[in-house]
């Protein structure tokens, strides 16, 4: 097995990674602050702090892979989806580097690969199992039949769980990424309202309508009592919390229920949060799954789960052309 190189900057994270033989040597990530004051992503700022980040990124994590670039024998990278602008300077480095080392080229879809984190470190998860994929723009139920066969069974129709987090946050006055803020929060408060759960049907998603209840609920609660929110604060989030929640886990459980599946994963940047963690493992308790859940390093955007996938991809000498280009979007 190889030693690769992973690049990922699909969104406002710079990381890079050292995978050996499917181990992670190291996985580096340069996070960008400057995107708090503006309480979202500015896509333009992502790009250019890709630039300046990168080459120092890389240059860490061979360091501390204890390589050097003459041991790099392939580059993999995220193709998409994501920010086009952020995407570019990944696809970028990583094609000049495969060059000049004449080493192959490995595209990665950066949904896949949220799935394939549960492969960085055991214990790993048997095919076929079940993920439930969160994150801040995606929210899917995969069958994982095999490492380079997913398939999607349900999907959001509108807004992913992230986005929920993130703007019922900013309406709550909370700063940005307000995903980890809710559930701090959450954790001192109890939930004590009672949001409109719009179901698409099926085994898709939709958040866009809770994101609208939360909002109304809030505008009548102030109208009551002007200091509504910041009395209740704690209590809030933990409602908005247990919402988001109950909608992703009834969906996991009839997809559960349709596929027979008992080997159930939780991947993505949500699956970081802690009452997410908590309840998946107390319904597999319950319903004689056997969950898995990455380490919180392996959960947000990281260089290791682009590397854990091409080793896969690698393996099969499934390598891409120079002339491959960055796709914000990628068809399923």
């Given at each position: 097995m190889p030693t690769l190189l992973a690049i990922e900057s699909s969104c406002d994270d710079t990381s890079a990674a050292v995978v050996r033989d499917g181990t992670?040597?190291?996985n580096v990530t340069a996070a960008q602050a400057i995107h708090v004051e503006y309480g979202g992503v500015v896509p333009e700022y992502a790009s250019r702090a890709h630039q300046r980040n990168i080459t120092p990124t890389v240059a860490?994590?061979?360091r501390r892979a204890g390589v050097t670039e003459q041991d790099i024998e392939g580059v993999a990278f995220t193709r998409g989806p994501?920010?086009?602008g952020?995407?570019?300077?990944g696809v970028s480095f990583a094609k000049a580097f495969a060059l000049a080392r004449g080493i192959p080229l490995i595209e990665v879809d950066h949904m896949q690969?949220?799935?394939l984190a549960?492969?960085?470190e055991p214990p790993y998860p048997d095919f076929p199992f079940l993920c439930l994929t969160v994150s801040g723009g995606h929210t899917q139920l995969v069958v994982v039949h095999s490492a380079l066969e997913q398939e999607i069974i349900g999907r959001t129709i509108d807004d992913a769980a992230g986005e929920a987090f993130d703007k019922s946050g900013k309406l709550l006055g909370l700063p940005y990424p307000a995903g980890p803020e809710i559930d701090r929060l959450a954790r001192r408060g109890t939930p004590v309202l009672t949001f409109a759960q719009p179901d698409p049907g099926g085994l898709d998603f939709s958040f866009s309508g809770l994101k609208t209840s939360i909002l109304y609920t809030l505008?009548?609660?102030a109208r009551e009592q002007p200091d509504y929110v910041a009395g209740n604060l704690a209590d809030i989030c933990a409602s908005v919390q247990q919402a988001i929640i109950d909608t992703l886990l009834g969906?996991?459980?009839?997809?559960a229920e349709q596929t027979e599946l008992t080997q159930i994963a939780l991947a993505g940047g949500v699956s970081a949060n802690s009452a997410l963690r908590q309840r998946l493992e107390k319904e597999g308790r319950q319903r004689g799954w056997t969950t898995f859940v990455p380490r919180l390093e392996y959960c947000t955007d990281n260089a290791a789960m682009i590397g854990v996938m091409a080793t896969f991809k690698h393996a099969q000498r499934l390598f891409a052309e120079h002339t491959v280009a960055p796709a914000a979007r990628l068809g399923k």
């Open positions: 992670v040597l190291s860490v994590a061979l994501g920010l086009i952020s995407l570019m300077v690969a949220h799935v549960h492969f960085a505008q009548k609660k969906k996991l459980i009839a997809a």
